[in-house]
T-cell receptor, first 111, second 113 residues
Framework: GQQLNQSPQSMFIQEGEDVSMNCTSS?????WLWYKQDPGEGPVLLIA???AGELTSNGRLTAQFGITRKDSFLNISASIPSDVGIYFC???????????WGAGTKLIIKP | DVKVTQSSRYLVKRTGEKVFLECVQD?????MFWYRQDPGLGLRLIYF???????EKGDIPEGYSVSREKKERFSLILESASTNQTSMYLC????????????FGPGTRLTVT
C-alpha cells in the first residue's frame, strides 16, 4: 500500500535539544495526524491538523499542516527522557476511510 | 477518554491453530481497524469495518478474516496460524466521517511457533 515519506528514520539527541521531523507525500491530504508509540504499547494521538497552513501545539510539541497539503512537520522543544519513542505521521486522502502511514521516526536520547 | 481494549497483551500459539483476537471500544465509534506492525514496516492495515457486519479489506488481508457482530466489538481471526503471522497486532477505532482520528488499543504481541 501507499506510504508517506517520513524522515529522519531515527534521531540521537541530547536532552534539552529541539527536535524536528517531517512527512511528505505525492498526494494531497485533508487531515494530518501525529502519533507517538512507546515500546510495547499502541500509538497515542498527539496532534490532529485539518487545514492547510494550520499550526497546532500540544505542550512542547508543535505540528504544522503544509500549505501544499502534501507535507507536515512536528517539532519538539527542549526534549526530555520521556520523549523517547517512535513518532508516526498519518494522512487521510480525500473521501477515503483509510489513513496512510509514515514508517516512523525513532527518537533516542543520548545518555 | 476513548478506551480501546484488546483481549490479550501476549499470545503464543502453534502453527495451524485458529486464533481469535478481540477488540472492544467504549465510545460508540462507527469505524474499527486491525493493523499489524513489524519492525521497519510501520503499520499495515489488515481489515477495517465502518458498520456492524460490514468489512473492507486493507493492504494485507491474506490469511486473516474479521467479524463485527456488535458495534463495539471487532474480532480478527487467523484461520490457520503460520509463523509469518508472528507480529504485533493493533486495533483502532474512529468516530466516523472517514478515518479521522484513530484511537488505538495497547496491542497484542502474537508469537506463532
Amino acid at each position: 500500500g501507499q506510504q508517506l515519506n517520513q524522515s529522519p528514520q531515527s534521531m540521537f539527541i541530547q536532552e534539552g535539544e529541539d527536535v524536528s521531523m517531517n512527512c511528505t507525500s505525492s498526494s494531497i491530504f485533508n487531515t494530518w495526524l501525529w502519533y507517538k508509540q512507546d515500546p510495547g504499547e499502541g500509538p497515542v494521538l498527539l496532534i490532529a491538523l485539518y487545514k492547510a497552513g494550520e499550526l497546532t501545539s500540544n505542550g512542547r510539541l508543535t505540528a504544522q499542516f503544509g500549505i501544499t497539503r502534501k507535507d507536515s512537520f512536528l517539532n519538539i522543544s527542549a526534549s526530555i527522557p520521556s520523549d523517547v519513542g517512535i513518532y508516526f505521521c498519518a494522512g487521510q486522502l480525500w473521501s477515503n476511510y483509510q489513513l496512510i502511514w509514515g514508517a516512523g521516526t525513532k527518537l533516542i536520547i543520548k545518555p | 477518554d476513548v478506551k480501546v481494549t484488546q483481549s490479550s497483551r501476549y499470545l503464543v500459539k502453534r502453527t495451524g491453530e485458529k486464533v481469535f483476537l478481540e477488540c472492544v471500544q467504549d465510545m460508540d465509534h462507527e469505524n474499527m481497524f486491525w493493523y499489524r506492525q513489524d519492525p521497519g514496516l510501520g503499520l499495515r492495515l489488515i481489515y477495517f469495518s465502518y458498520d456492524v457486519k460490514m468489512k473492507e479489506k486493507g493492504d494485507i488481508p491474506e490469511g486473516y478474516s474479521v467479524s463485527r457482530e456488535k458495534k463495539e466489538r471487532f474480532s480478527l481471526i487467523l484461520e490457520s496460524a503460520s509463523t509469518n503471522q508472528t507480529s504485533m497486532y493493533l486495533c483502532a477505532s474512529s468516530s466516523g466521517q472517514g478515518a479521522d482520528e484513530q484511537y488505538f488499543g495497547p496491542g497484542t504481541r502474537l508469537t506463532v511457533t
